[in-house]
T-cell receptor
């Protein structure tokens, strides 16, 4: 299957700071990337869908000014958590896919802890 | 609303066969996918059914009945490494994008 990398794998930051998470598709051009959030022992919650070169589509209840998504190229999408709060602590996972691809390929995830 | 129902937990014995069911209610439907997720890891794709019937891939098989809005994942010759959470997900089109609508996941516990 395709390879998607995510960086960093773990990050600890202080309240009020911003954190950027990168998601890269290493061996195919991802026209669409998805950002998920997952709480312990829960399902994946789709935060937003991002298409290369256009604005991301956010799911209901997800603050677009807090979770900034940029999909500037076919291989890179970034999620920036701005003014992080402890309640933003979670496991963030990106995936690449869309179009004719039947499956989504997931990055290894980023565990964010806000102190 | 959109919903997928699957059991929260299933327990089975090593070497046995287990079936994880999934029923769905979604506005659109392009196919049913199954993903495996080990603790602390990311989901990995297992199978996809767009048409009715059984798809077999090694020890894993997946079934779909669109008329019943139902599918299942069948795992045979269970191994301890199969202990994980299994998610069913419906592929739907939303705003010209294909998205996955996820079930809550089934934790599979395998005993020796």
């Amino acid at each position: 299957g395709a390879v998607v990398s995510q960086h960093p794998s773990r990050v600890i930051c202080k309240s009020g700071t911003s954190v950027k998470i990168e998601c890269r598709s290493l061996d195919f051009q991802a026209t669409t990337m998805f950002w998920y959030r997952q709480f312990p022992k829960k399902s994946l919650m789709l935060m937003a869908t991002s298409n290369e070169g256009s604005k991301a589509t956010y799911e209901q209840g997800v603050e677009k000014d807090k979770f900034l998504i940029n999909h500037a190229s076919l291989t890179l999408s970034t999620l920036t958590v701005t003014s992080a709060h402890p309640e933003d602590s979670s496991f963030y996972i990106c995936s690449a896919g869309g179009g004719d691809r039947l499956e989504q390929y997931f990055g290894p995830g980023t565990r964010l802890t806000v102190t | 609303g959109q919903s997928l129902e699957q059991p929260s937990e299933v327990t089975a014995v090593e070497g046995a066969i287990v079936q994880i069911n999934c029923t769905y209610q979604t506005s659109g439907f392009y196919g049913l996918s199954w993903y495996q997720q080990h603790d602390g890891g990311a989901p990995t794709f297992l199978s996809y059914n767009a048409l009715d019937g059984l798809e077999e891939t090694g020890r894993f098989s997946s079934f779909l009945s669109r008329s019943d809005s139902y599918g299942y994942l069948l795992l045979q010759e269970l191994q301890m490494k199969d202990s994980a959470s299994y998610f069913c997900a419906v592929r739907d089109e939303v705003d010209s994008n294909y998205q996955l609508i996820w079930g809550a996941g089934t934790k599979l516990i395998i005993k020796p």
